[in-house]
């Protein structure tokens, strides 16, 4: 018969793993907003390398539509701002949940050690 986890392992073995969940999602999320800047940077750099008089266009609703090169400019620029502060603020987070993962991992093993270690000292009868 298999033996039942203690109450408080279980309940640190479950945050441990909701925490993993919400670091997977906070990285896959970065990620994909590093990705999103890289984009940004290369439109821009595309604009600003076609020349003010290149006819510039965006693509909305299917159709392109023709846009005033400076006010994309500045679109994609106040994009790209807030990108990076999206981005600082999810690697702020990433970084927090990597510290409590590790203290909670830690709690587990040193739990999980006393644990084993009761058992080996508590047989002899």
Known sequence: MAQRLPPELENKL???????????????????????????QRVIKLVEEAGENAPVYRLEANIFVRVEREKLLQELRDKL?????????????????????????QEIRSYQ?????????????
């Open 14 to 40: 479950a945050k441990f793993q909701a925490l993993q969940t919400q670091y997977s999602r906070i990285v896959q999320e970065r990620v994909t907003v590093e990705a999103e800047i890289s984009e940004t």
């Open 113 to 125: 050690m006393k644990l084993s270690l009761g058992k080996q000292g508590g047989g002899a009868g």
């Open 81 to 105: 701002e807030i990108l990076e502060l999206r981005l600082q603020k999810l690697k702020k987070q990433e970084d927090e949940l990597k510290k409590q993962l590790e203290k909670l991992a």
